[in-house]
């Protein structure tokens, strides 16, 4: 494994089973796997606010932030209820506006499941003022 490279572990099962990290980065690039959420019954965007919230701890975790999000692809089981999920969205990541995708899937890992989310991000390195010449043609 590179030594640059970082991985997030979430603690779910399906990680060992599947395996695979809830979030990798390499560099200034971090992916978050597909993420779902809990929620009640039926309610599409209380599953998506809590992925959100599950990729927003992930992204810590790698030293990021939403902030840094350049990416989503949204899975639903039921397109017919895309607003819902990209009212969640844009309240997330409104002034950010990620690179997006929505897609209709026939079903997640588990049958209550309705909505996946995955998240990549680049972390910017940190603005160390200019860059001042230390001799001639330099």
């Given at each position: 494994?590179?030594?640059?490279?970082?991985?997030?572990?979430?603690?779910?099962?399906?990680?060992?089973?599947?395996?695979?990290?809830?979030?990798?980065?390499?560099?200034?690039?971090?992916?978050?796997?597909?993420?779902?959420?809990?929620?009640?019954?039926?309610?599409?965007?209380?599953?998506?606010?809590?992925?959100?919230?599950?990729?927003?701890?992930?992204?810590?975790?790698?030293?990021?932030?939403?902030?840094?999000?350049?990416?989503?692809?949204?899975?639903?089981?039921?397109?017919?209820?895309?607003?819902?999920?990209?009212?969640?969205?844009?309240?997330?990541?409104?002034?950010?506006?990620?690179?997006?995708?929505?897609v209709e899937v026939s079903a997640l890992i588990a049958p209550e499941l309705m909505?996946?989310?995955?998240?990549?991000?680049?972390?910017?390195?940190?603005?160390?003022?200019?860059k001042v010449p230390s001799g001639p043609g330099e």
């Amino acid at each position: 494994m590179p030594a640059n490279r970082t991985v997030v572990s979430s603690g779910s099962d399906f990680e060992s089973v599947v395996g695979y990290s809830r979030a990798v980065r390499v560099g200034p690039h971090v992916a978050v796997a597909g993420t779902t959420g809990a929620g009640p019954a039926g309610d599409i965007a209380a599953q998506a606010r809590d992925a959100l919230r599950r990729i927003e701890i992930a992204l810590q975790q790698a030293g990021a932030a939403l902030s840094d999000v350049v990416r989503t692809r949204i899975f639903v089981t039921d397109i017919a209820r895309w607003r819902e999920v990209a009212a969640v969205h844009a309240a997330a990541f409104g002034e950010i506006r990620p690179a997006a995708t929505m897609v209709e899937v026939s079903a997640l890992i588990a049958p209550e499941l309705m909505v996946e989310i995955e998240a990549d991000a680049y972390v910017a390195a940190p603005d160390t003022g200019p860059k001042v010449p230390s001799g001639p043609g330099e």
